[in-house]
């Protein structure tokens, strides 16, 4: 059968240039690779087609022969271009192992991304920002209402202070690994792929340490237990993420170190509930006073005191509200309310006379409960519509 031409092959003109070739070839290779095409069972051949074009395009010696010769140029006949161009032996095609594999690594990034991070042609950073952490603290609503500084033990990896944090003993610096030389990685041919792993000598670092250090095995870290100091601003809610710059592990090879991260709970109260920049105080009111008027004395976030003055006839649930008596806002926007909901208490362990005096009260006042005598109503239509 006979071969395609090859710029027909990649889609482009003969006159197209170097980077269209390589765009093309790119693109062709991407859409006939083997294993993205397992239900094509021609994926195979026409990806080696398109590789044998451009090998043969790709270079300008070739390139030149083949738009004089055709393909002719590579059979073996016009003077030994199919081995000798670049100084190979043999006489025969692109399509060999070696040629593939040349070619297949322009686009194997492309196609399965850079096994171990690093650029292709460029080794691997050798410093490393450290780990960030989490701390969890626990504060009360009066610490988050006025703000509060804390101190807080945190035990993390730290440079090492014999080394430097190199690693390496008395803080010389890492030489260059002889199995990657320094690259990080290391490439193993495998037919006609490249195969590329993290270099299992270096683990990926592009640098040994000859002689560690004694004190951190020459990992140029050691544990170590810290006191930090944290600034709780006033506003905080549960959920809030303080972050501590460069409190975190320290990196490795004279990387940067990571962040510390606070996150904070503020503990439920035995008297207000909270929600959002509001307060809520359930208050208890008596009977009497709940139906006479008069006044209750609240607490207030800040430790202080105010006189609430409780409307007569004031139901159960009923809400007063104290206006900048609630939580600060945490960006400085304000400050929120207190809600005062009343809770009337009905007496018990009633005395006989307290007994006596209910019971005239209720005899001298049977419909002046404005809830209960609406309900009836509504009960009473209620029964008629079913007898309807």
Not at 106 to 125: I, P
Not at 185 to 211: D, H, L
Not at 270 to 281: A, E, H, K, S, T
Not at 301 to 319: H, N
């Amino acid at each position: 059968m006979a071969k395609r031409d090859f710029y027909e092959v990649l889609g482009v003109g003969r006159d197209a240039s170097a980077d269209e070739l390589k765009k093309a070839y790119r693109k062709k290779a991407k859409e006939l690779h083997p294993d993205r095409n397992a239900d094509n069972p021609n994926a195979e051949a026409q990806f080696k087609e398109v590789n044998e074009a451009y090998e043969a395009l790709k270079d300008p010696q070739k390139k030149a022969a083949y738009d004089r010769f055709g393909h002719a140029a590579f059979d073996g006949g016009m003077g030994g271009m199919g081995g000798g161009a670049r100084g190979r032996p043999g006489g025969g095609g692109f399509g060999g192992n070696a040629d593939f594999a040349s070619a297949f690594s322009d686009v194997f990034e492309d196609l399965f991304g850079d096994f171990v991070g690093g650029g292709r042609g460029g080794a691997r950073q050798r410093a490393s920002r450290g780990s960030d952490l989490r701390y969890n603290m626990r504060i009360t609503l009066e610490e988050a209402f006025a703000g509060a500084r804390k101190s807080i033990r945190v035990t993390t990896l730290a440079a090492c202070e014999s080394c430097n944090g190199t690693g390496a003993e008395g803080g010389a610096e890492p030489v260059t690994c002889p199995t990657c030389s320094g690259m990080g990685k290391v490439r193993a041919q495998q037919g006609f792929f490249t195969v590329e792993r993290t270099c299992p000598t270096c683990s990926g670092s592009g640098q040994i340490v000859k002689n560690p250090c004694k004190a951190c095995g020459g990992a140029g870290r050691v544990e170590k237990e810290r006191s930090l100091s944290v600034n709780i601003p006033q506003g905080v809610e549960t959920g809030t993420r303080i972050r501590l710059s460069g409190e975190g592990e320290a990196g490795l090879r004279g990387g940067p170190a990571g962040d510390l991260y606070i996150f904070i709970e503020v503990a439920d109260h035995p008297i207000f509930v909270r929600d959002g920049v509001n307060l809520y105080c359930r208050v208890p009111v008596s009977m009497a006073k709940a139906a006479l008027g008069g006044e209750v004395e609240v607490p207030t976030i800040d430790g202080g005191r105010s006189r609430v003055k409780v409307p007569a006839g004031s139901q159960s649930g009923r809400q007063m509200r104290l206006r900048g008596k609630g939580m600060p806002a945490l960006r400085g926007a304000g400050q929120g309310d207190m809600m005062i909901e009343l809770a009337v208490e009905t007496p018990v362990n009633l005395t006989t006379r307290q007994r006596e005096l209910l019971e005239e009260f209720e005899r001298l006042s049977p419909d002046n409960n404005p809830e209960s005598s609406g309900f009836f109503d509504r009960v009473k239509s209620f029964w008629d519509g079913m007898k309807g």
